[in-house]
């Protein structure tokens, strides 16, 4: 299997959708407002709100190719200023194309995001994001790319209606120095698009549905690659916990399913997410 595979799985709907579920500033009274920062594969495009922190936890399992995926993000707001947000994302995985290697720790993202336009309380909303992705992942094993490279996505966020909202997302990944599982390298560059909408049915319960797609270059040989693509298209639902303390956890289940070129393929995705006050916390 070469590094595309990892590419398209991994980065492409995995580490991108998780390390990117980024927070937002919302209503403080958790129980009129609703869910706005627990997207999954799709990015929202609202920043973490100034003195909270979120973990956030997904899981997933393709069935037909065997992969399956976890990872953790912390996010942070920037102190004093919380239109700049800095979060990173730590992956553990298997790529089921390597029968007998089991799983173990994939790249990891550092991401950086501005909130250019509006917040979670207006229509509109919009705030691009850069990451540096590092090739902490074996790749002679499939759990990496191989090398350093950057991503960027620009997330647009529109309500559509009091209970229905919209969620845009373009954006690409360039790796300079990609790698196959031979250690054979050549310049990678890829292209995500995504969309989805979010019905209000409970301001904590939420119903969604997600359509991903994600175009990039495998490498086959020494400064060679072919391009490829995955679509998937994943219904799913979160719903929120809100304690006194200020702390929400947020769960949430989905089926994505592949569509197009990777029509066939069906898998399981879970998430859960813990925010909380920090201020608070030092305090004590």
């Known amino acids: 299997m070469s590094t595309g595979r990892f590419f398209s799985t991994t980065i492409g709907i995995f580490v991108l959708a998780h390390g990117a579920a980024f927070g937002q500033v919302r209503n403080t009274d958790k129980e009129t407002s609703p869910i706005q920062d627990n997207s999954f594969l799709i990015e929202e495009a609202y920043n973490q709100e100034p003195g909270v922190v979120q973990h956030i936890s997904t899981f997933s399992r393709m069935w037909n190719c065997k992969d399956w995926s976890y990872s953790f993000t912390q996010e942070w707001p920037a102190p004093g200023n919380w239109r700049h947000q800095l979060s990173y994302t730590l992956v553990g995985m298997h790529s089921g194309g390597f029968v007998g290697t089991g799983g173990g720790l994939g790249d990891t993202v550092f991401n950086y995001r501005y909130q250019l336009i509006g917040t979670g309380q207006t229509r509109v909303a919009f705030a691009p994001r850069v990451s540096m992705l590092f090739a902490t992942g074996d790749v002679t094993k499939g759990r990496g790319i191989g ?69 990039y270059q495998a490498v086959v040989h020494r400064g060679e690659t072919v391009w490829a693509r995955t679509e998937y298209v994943s219904p799913g639902a979160r719903w929120a916990f809100n304690f006194p303390s200020g702390l929400q956890i947020v769960s949430g289940v989905a089926v994505p399913l592949g569509i197009g070129p990777t029509a066939g393929e069906r898998g399981a995705f879970l998430y859960l997410s813990f925010e909380h006050p920090f201020s608070n916390l030092a305090e004590r």
């Open 147 to 215: 090398g350093t490279g950057v991503q960027t996505n620009l997330p647009l966020s529109v309500v559509l209606h009091k209970r229905l909202v919209s969620h845009w997302n373009l954006g690409s990944t360039f790796v300079p120095h990609a790698q196959n599982a031979d250690h054979v390298s050549a310049s990678s560059v890829g292209y995500n698009l995504g969309q989805s909408l979010i019905f209000v049915a409970h301001p904590r319960l939420n119903l969604m549905l997600e359509t991903y797609a994600n175009t």
